[in-house]
């Protein structure tokens, strides 16, 4: 039951990441997209940073989105992210 748990976790958090990629999402977007809430959304970008994703919010006309910073070829994500949040 913890393996699924962990994979359920994971799974969410790689799709937070692609939509993120897409640079089109707001906090509550994304909590929208996701079926989630806002504070949710704020613990997967805490998540996703700790294992290395350059993420920042960016304003975008009147409103703000979340991007990703792309990295070089040689950077690798954080070792230390072996923390998930729920």
Do not use: C, N
Request: no cysteine; aromatic share 6%.
């Amino acid at each position: 039951m913890l393996y699924r748990r962990s994979m359920e976790i994971e799974q969410r958090l790689e799709t937070a990441l692609r939509l993120i990629r897409t640079g089109k999402f707001s906090t509550p977007r994304l909590a929208q997209e996701l079926h989630v809430s806002i504070p949710t959304i704020s613990r997967y970008v805490t998540a996703l940073r700790t294992r290395g994703h350059d993420i920042r919010a960016e304003r975008r006309g009147d409103s703000w989105r979340f991007i990703l910073i792309r990295k070089s070829a040689g950077q690798m994500p954080s070792a230390s992210a072996s923390r998930v949040a729920s």
